[in-house]
């Protein structure tokens, strides 16, 4: 074991950069007092950051899926408004006696989810500068850029009555796999039906490739915080209402009927999973992974809005319709927008 103690600022950075792809957009990258790029077209901007004991834990830390999910959750922000992403500036602050090695496995992580959306959107993301520090938490914070058409980029405000609502990639399985680690499961020892639900809380896979099929949607929002909370985003920044279709929900909420069966298992034995349950009301498995779907967040799966005679293309499926109103709800029935929000709102 290598501390970082034992390594100095310098060269630790010139370790975990090693697999930092070259890009023509990049004139002066990380190494300088500040990074300079060439951006094609108008700037998108975006930052969020993981924190220890706030969005993970030591109980079940993986270096390497931390990195995919702290380059996921930032990607996928960019990538819902119609940019190509431009490149990454990383802070990282971790405890002195971290080892080297988890720290290159965190980095390996943040590459390969970088390359796996480029790969996708046919664009090289680099990591372009950041800061290193020193703490005894660990919190990783991401600045995310990328580059749009003028004019082009995907907003929230612009759903219009009569428009489809489609969903690209999943809602609903990473709040499951967090239910699973809090009532004990653990990735390395669960089936594979459970572990691929603990995977995508650990390690989100948006599907960037839809993006390239999707065309000219109304309105667009990364589903990060809870479908439910995130259409009433779109609903109130376009001033309309949105009513969610159960019965095309169902491809979605009968693959996690397993994982809620475990759970209420556990929560009617006093287990783990009593505490720290995303909805301790739910009374069988299906009001479970209902609530999973509507109130879940970080799948990052992609929500738009376009109208109904456009195809979505490849990797899009209706989930219900924009209506006139205000609110958000299910089959015709009002639900609380409710999903992840810091401090409690």
């Known amino acids: 074991m290598t501390r970082l103690s034992e390594l100095g600022e310098s060269h630790i950075i010139s370790r975990v950069l090693t697999r930092n792809p070259e890009s023509a957009h990049v004139i002066v990258g990380p190494g300088d007092d500040a990074a300079v790029t060439a951006p094609e077209g108008r700037l998108v901007s975006t930052a969020d950051m993981l924190v220890e004991n706030e969005d993970f834990t030591r109980d079940w830390l993986d270096w390497d899926l931390l990195g995919r999910k702290a380059a996921a959750q930032n990607l996928a922000d960019v990538c819902a408004m119609g940019a190509d992403p431009h490149g990454l500036l990383v802070s990282l602050a971790v405890p002195d006696d971290t080892d080297i090695a988890d720290l290159e496995a965190l980095y390996s992580g943040l590459f390969d989810e970088a390359e796996r959306a480029g790969t996708a959107l046919e664009c090289t993301v680099p990591i372009i500068g950041g800061d290193l520090s020193s703490s005894g938490l660990i919190v990783i914070a991401i600045t995310a850029l990328g580059t749009v058409r003028e004019d082009a980029a995907f907003l929230r405000s612009g759903a219009q009555p009569g428009d489809a609502l489609y969903l690209a990639g999943t809602v609903g399985r990473a709040a499951a796999g967090l239910d699973l680690l809090f009532a004990g499961l653990r990735r390395e020892t669960a089936g594979p039906e459970l572990r691929a639900l603990i995977d995508t809380q650990l390690a989100p896979r948006p599907d960037y490739g839809a ?22 985003r779109v609903a109130a920044a376009s001033g309309v209402g949105i009513d969610l279709d159960r019965a095309l929900l169902r491809d979605l909420i009968d693959p996690l009927l397993p994982a809620a069966e475990v759970v209420l298992d556990v929560r009617a034995t006093g287990g783990a999973g009593d505490a720290d349950s995303s909805d301790g009301r739910a009374a069988t498995a299906d009001d479970l992974a209902l609530s999973w779907v509507l109130d879940g967040g970080e799948d990052h799966g992609f929500a738009a809005s376009a109208p109904s005679r456009q195809d979505p293309g490849v990797g899009w499926r209706r989930i219900g319709e924009i209506r006139t109103g205000h609110d958000v709800s299910l089959d015709g029935t009002p639900v609380p927008a409710s999903g992840f929000s810091h401090f409690g709102k």
Do not use: K, Y
Request: charged content about 20%; glycine content about 10%.
């Open 211 to 232: 993006l390239r099929t999707v065309g000219t949607p109304s309105a667009m929002i990364d589903v990060s915080d809870g479908l439910s909370l995130d259409l009433a």
